[in-house]
């Protein structure tokens, strides 16, 4: 049970460290890349303002921390380009920046120059002049960002799975050992001692209660059952007549010291060994009829005996035959001793 909570404790927690920093890697890329856009609308807006006094796309570049930056007509055309032969470029009229840029705000794209070859982040907002001023920023991508972070995320993870070792060895003896220590005392016969165990789990301290009432419970009723065999026994062992139990099948269950002194053979019986087996058994009661029936055993007076039914096996007394209504009367079902 320990190794089960052991390992199954270690998965869990694995499972859980690994959803947890790719959640949080990916939130982290996803800041990454809003921060992103936050830096280049500012700058956009602060690059339009300088276009306003000078529409030097070199020199606005380098207002702007080397960024690139493309002028673009209304229609598509490039007017200038920062980085690239502005003449060589195609239309630009079908690109995303170019098609939602608006005078009051800054339009953000992210797609795949297809002059340059390289992913970008693009911001674009439209000029006083009706030209659109376009900024553009290498931004590898949000997946690139979570690759950057799993050296990071490995590393967390490992020491999150060492301390899982720890706390999943702490937790699995926490609820294994006083179990142990109940079974222990279970074995040892112990049973008072199990309130004294106790656990950081409510849960298990009621399991140790409960089985502490009921081994209590089935001590006392033992204790009982005990009282009254040794009542029985003692009845029967006082008794001035032969009594012996047979089940169903006529196999002795038990007898008491008078019986031995009529049928010693009977104390050489193996319980649930066949009475009518027994050596000298009288011919008269081999038939193990329900009812009264008188026989005779070499050098001792006559005998009578009853037998009769008690739940799934019948019950055998005998006596000499000048107590014979005694005897029938100690045989009878009904019969119950004061």
Partial sequence: MKKAIYYRLIILTFIAILICSFI???INAINTENQTKEWLTKLTLSTAENYKHDNDVFELSKSAGDTRVTIIAPNGKVLADSEANFSDMENHADREEVKYAKTDNVYIAIRT???LGQKFMYASIKTDDGNILRLAYSYPGLFHNLIIQLPAVLIAIFVAFILSLFLASRFSKAVTSPLEKVVDALSAHEYTELSNYR????????????????????ADSNQKLGDERDKVEYVLSNMAEGFVLVDEDNNYLSSNSTTLEILPEIAKLAKEE???????????????????TDFSIARQPPKSSLISPVNSGLILVTCSTRYSSSCRMRASPNFSSP
């Fill in 199 to 218: 656990s950081s789990y409510y849960e298990i301290d009621r399991i140790m209660l409960s089985i502490q009432g009921l081994l209590q419970r089935i």
């Fill in 113 to 115: 120059s297809q002059t």
């Fill in 274 to 292: 066949s009475i009518l087996t027994a050596k000298d058994w009288p011919d008269e009661l081999k038939k193990m009829e329900i009812g009264f």
């Fill in 24 to 26: 949080s890697a990916f």
